[in-house]
C-alpha cells in the first residue's frame, strides 16, 4: 500500500526505497571517492609546475597566477546549470561526463601552444569537474542524508589524497620526465575511472530521490515542513556568501604558494611540492571535519574554522621561513579550508533546502566558491606587486573571509535540517 502526502503542491509518496547493503555501499562510495582523487590531482598539479611553464612560455606573475586558479572559473560557470542538468540527465551519466571532459582538458593543457589556448584548456577543465562535483555530492549526500556532513567529509578525504599525491607525484615526474608528464598521466587514470563506473556503480546508488533516515531494518520519511519550500531562501543565500569567502581566501593561497616559496623563500622545487601536498593531507581531516558538523552546531564549527583559517594564512606568508613551519601551516590550511570549511558549508547548503532541490542547491555552492577563485590568483598576484607577499596574504585570506562568518553567524537554525544525531539529540524522531 502507498500513500501521499501534499506539502506545498510538491507530493511525497510514503514508501520504502531498495537500499544497498552497507558493504557494497560503502564499496561504491570508495569507487567513487577514488574517481575524486583523480579529480583532486588534476586541479592541484598545476601550481607546482607552474615555475616551468613560467619559464617555457615567458608568462608573467599574473598570467601564471590567473592559469593556476582559472580552473575554478569553468567550475563556477557550470556549477548553477548543472544543477538543472542533474534534473534531466542521471546523476551517473553527469558524473562520468564530467570525469571524461576534464581528463580530456588536462591532457591538451599539456599540448597547448600559448597562452590564450591554454587558459581555455583549463578554463574547460573546471567545467568537466563542476559536473563531476555537483553529481557525486548529490548522490553521495543524498544516499547517506542521515549522515550526510560525514558523508561529504569521506569524498573530502578523497579529495585530500588527491591534493597530496598530485602535487608531490607531479613536481617528482616534472623533475625526471618534464612539466608535462603528470597531465598525461592523470588524464589517462581519469578516463579508466570512467570506464569503471559506467560498468560497476548501479543507479540504486546514484540516483536515491528520497531522504531516508535508516534505523536497523527501517525506513523513514524525514519531515521536512520547517524548511523554506523555494530554492533561494535566506540560509541558501548566506551560505552561498560564505562559500565565496573559502573559495577566494584558499584559492588565493593555492595559487602562487609554490611560487612564493620557490622565488622568495629559495625553496628546491619537490620541497616546495610536499608544502602544498600538506595541504592535501589537511583535507584528509574531511572525515573529522564532518563528523562535527553532524554532532554539533553547524554554524559554530564553521565559524571556528574560518578564524583558524585566517591566522594560519596570515603565518604563512608573514611569519614562516622554515620547510618545518610551511610543512605544519599549510597542514592546518588545509585542514581549516578544505577538511573543515568546504565539508560543511556544502553539507550545510543542502541541508537548507527540501530533497527535491538538493542538486540545485550542490550547483550554486560550486558557482559560489568557485567563481571567485577563478581570479584569486590574479588579485593575489596583484596586492603582491602593490603590498608585498604579506600584505596580498593580509587582505586576502585574513580580512576578505570576515564576510563568511558574518554571512553565517546570521543563519537560521531552526531553518536547517537536522543530522540523525542532532535530532535525536533534540528529541526529534521522524
Known sequence: MKTAVQRNDVVIEDKPQ?????KVAIAILVLLAASYVINAMDRQVFPVVVGAVQSEYGFSLTQSGLLSTIFTLGIGLA?????FLLDKLSRKAVMIIGIVIYSAFTMFTALAIGFPDMLAYRAITGIGEA???AALFSAVGTYFSSHRSLAIGSLNFAYGVGGFLGPYLGAKMAVAYGWKMPFYLYAILGFVLAIIILFIVPKIFTETKEEIEVDSNKSK???QSHIPDKLYNRNVILCATAAVAVGASIYGYVGLYVKYLTSELGFEGPTAGFALSLFGIGALMGLVGGWLGDRFNQRYVIVTAFIGAMITGYLLFNAATTPLQHYFLSFLMGTFG???LF???YSLIQRSVRVEYVGRASGIFISSLYLPSAIAGYIFALLVENVGWGG???WELTVFPIIGVIAVLFMQDDKINLSKHQANKAGIHG
Open 221 to 223: 520519511k524525514v519531515d
Open 343 to 345: 565539508v560543511n558549508v
Open 131 to 133: 559536473l563531476q562535483n
Open 338 to 340: 578544505s577538511g573543515i
Open 392 to 394: 596580498a596574504a593580509f
Open 18 to 22: 531498495r537500499k544497498l547493503s552497507t
Open 79 to 83: 556549477g548553477i546549470p548543472t544543477g
